[in-house]
């Protein structure tokens, strides 16, 4: 495996990761989705959780939102176990999941309102931050429409804006731009890259639409529930000594030859 | 999107960490889930109009068919005859809580297939707290659409003691937990909404028929000594009795305790089922499901 390490807990200046994954495994039955991955983010950044269908990205979503339980090995969110401290862990974290989730009978507000009182967030505070996140995803004024009226776009627009309302740390998106137009497929990232520059939001992006990966990103690459590789991107590029990211993409997935999963640093 | 949106109006999401939440962030929690279920409700009119429907074509058209011929002799807590609307109107009021509290665990298994009960899992607050409220929410539900019946009953001549109508409030609370956290516990055993069906033939009308909501104890002893024990044995029995007893201001203390105790036993199985890392919801990461 590539191995170019994001920020660890305990390393160098005491940071704390984002998200520190160790020597996680899951298996549905006997099938096993995810074997001993490790790997972990340092806050403010953008990391891109790469893979193809069944790679293991939405069960390793899964597990770091506590939906399923780690029975093997460990995640910590900001130092927070997910087992043994997941309310706090919860606190630092916003997901957008892969299925729509927004209640198609409410309202975008009242969806909004919903979530934030599942943070604890109320009254005029809870009123003040869904105005506020409205206009960042650019979605103002729609406070009163159906959530059932919008389009795919705007649905995953106030899905980011109810994951941002509790003002998380770490942001996690599973394959956030599934199904959706170029133009918002290109807004949304746009706004999430944003939040990274501008609020030192850490954001993991899980995706298998490798244009959606910049040079300076970071990737975690996952191929049928083993981490091949993780490090920035150009620095996976080089290693896998291919000229771009899709070629060093198609070279991790590709079976039974020469893989970046082969090549040590 | 936006993507020119100033630092000063993002400024609002700066990741931020506090203390342990408090009350006053619990009570917001829980006013949201309630909030929520009713505001579901509301939107959902033909269920409302249904869950009203329903036992009134049982008060309307069967009591009135079968006033002749069933006659209800003078028991506990009734201290003369009693119309057999009369009689039936409690059982009515727990087929409506029953019938909720099945709904609200239909209404999981969707929430949970159609993803929207993740939004509810991730919640930082305790699991058992989310479950609790989303409990209250559809008792609170359930007790809003009793009192409706209760209300069209009244202006068709069925009638408690005034006081009765407050009485009953605890009783149906309880009663309504008890059933909302049995509904809850079935959701977590159903993987997919078709097998829903299942808990209509299998729960609601078992528990229903198998209880004094549509005819005493004593008679169903006597038609069937084994049936008679099936009724001992089923909560819904003993739900109805507290109701019954309520409407006059008695507490029948057997049932009282039957409700409670069962209340506390699923409520326990419902928060070990939906725990990740014990109960049901384990088995269903075994086999791929949706949390």
């Given at each position: 495996m590539i191995g170019v390490q994001h920020v660890r807990t305990g390393g160098p200046g005491n940071e704390v990761a984002a998200l520190d994954v160790a020597g996680v495994s899951h298996s549905y039955g006997s099938k096993r989705a995810l074997n001993n991955v490790s790997f972990s983010i340092a806050p403010a950044t953008f990391t891109v959780l790469l893979g193809l269908n069944g790679a293991g990205k939405t069960t390793l979503f899964s597990l770091i939102s506590h939906l399923y339980d780690t029975r093997h090995g460990s995640i910590r969110i900001f130092g927070h176990d997910i087992r043994r401290a997941s309310g706090e862990a919860l606190r630092c974290v916003g997901i957008v999941f892969q299925a729509r989730t927004l209640d198609l009978d409410l309202s975008v507000y009242q969806n909004l309102s919903y979530h934030a009182s599942l943070h604890g967030i109320g009254g005029r505070e809870a009123r003040q931050r869904i105005a506020t996140l409205l206009e960042t995803v650019d979605m103002q004024g729609r406070e009163h429409d159906k959530a059932r009226s919008l389009s795919g776009g705007q649905m995953r627009r106030i899905e980011i804006a109810r994951a941002l309302l509790h003002r998380p740390s770490l942001l996690l998106l599973d394959e956030a731009t599934v199904g959706l137009d170029i133009q918002s497929r290109a807004g949304i990232l746009a706004t999430i890259r944003r939040l990274v520059h501008t609020e030192g939001i850490g954001v993991l992006w899980a995706t298998h639409l490798i244009d959606e990966v910049e040079d300076g990103d970071h990737a975690v690459v996952l191929r049928q529930g083993n981490l091949v590789a993780s490090g920035t991107v150009s620095d996976l590029i080089q290693a896998s000594g291919t000229g771009s990211i899709r070629d060093a993409f198609s070279k991790l997935n590709r079976s039974g030859t020469a893989g970046i999963a082969e090549i040590s640093p | 999107m936006s993507t020119s949106a100033t630092p000063q109006k993002l400024a609002s999401v700066t990741p931020v960490r506090s203390g342990a939440f408090g009350l006053r962030h619990y009570l917001i929690c829980l006013k949201g889930v309630v909030l929520r279920e009713c505001l579901r409700f509301l939107h959902q009119r033909e269920r409302f109009i249904s869950s009203l429907v329903r036992p009134l074509v049982w008060l309307f058209i069967f009591a009135a068919g079968f006033r002749q011929v069933l006659g209800v002799s003078i028991i506990p807590p009734y201290k003369t005859y009693v119309l057999y609307e009369v009689y039936i109107t409690p059982g009515l009021c727990g087929m409506i809580l029953l019938f909720s509290g099945m709904q609200s665990s239909l209404s999981m298994v969707y929430d949970r297939e159609m993803g929207n009960m993740r939004t509810l899992l991730v919640s930082p607050f305790p699991r058992w707290f989310l479950l609790v409220s989303k409990m209250l929410a559809g008792v609170a539900v359930s007790i809003a659409q009793v009192y409706a019946f209760l209300i069209v009953a009244w202006f068709w001549g069925v009638k408690a003691p005034p006081l009765g109508y407050l009485f009953v409030l605890p009783a149906l609370f309880l009663s309504g937990m008890m059933l909302c956290a049995l509904g809850m516990l079935l959701s977590s055993m159903?993987?997919?909404?078709?097998?829903?069906a299942g808990i209509m033939n299998f729960v609601i009308f078992p528990g229903y028929f198998a209880s004094p909501a549509l005819y005493p104890l004593w008679r169903i002893q006597e038609a069937s000594p084994l049936l008679y024990k099936i009724c001992l044995v089923n909560p819904f029995t003993y739900a109805v009795e507290l109701i019954r007893f309520a409407f006059y201001g008695q507490v029948d203390w057997v049932s009282l305790g039957v409700v409670a105790g069962c209340t506390l036993l699923f409520l326990a199985a419902a928060i070990i089922a939906y725990d990740p890392s014990r109960g049901l919801m384990t088995r269903k990461q075994d086999t791929g499901g949706n949390a």
């Open positions: - | 159903i993987k997919q909404l078709e097998n829903f």
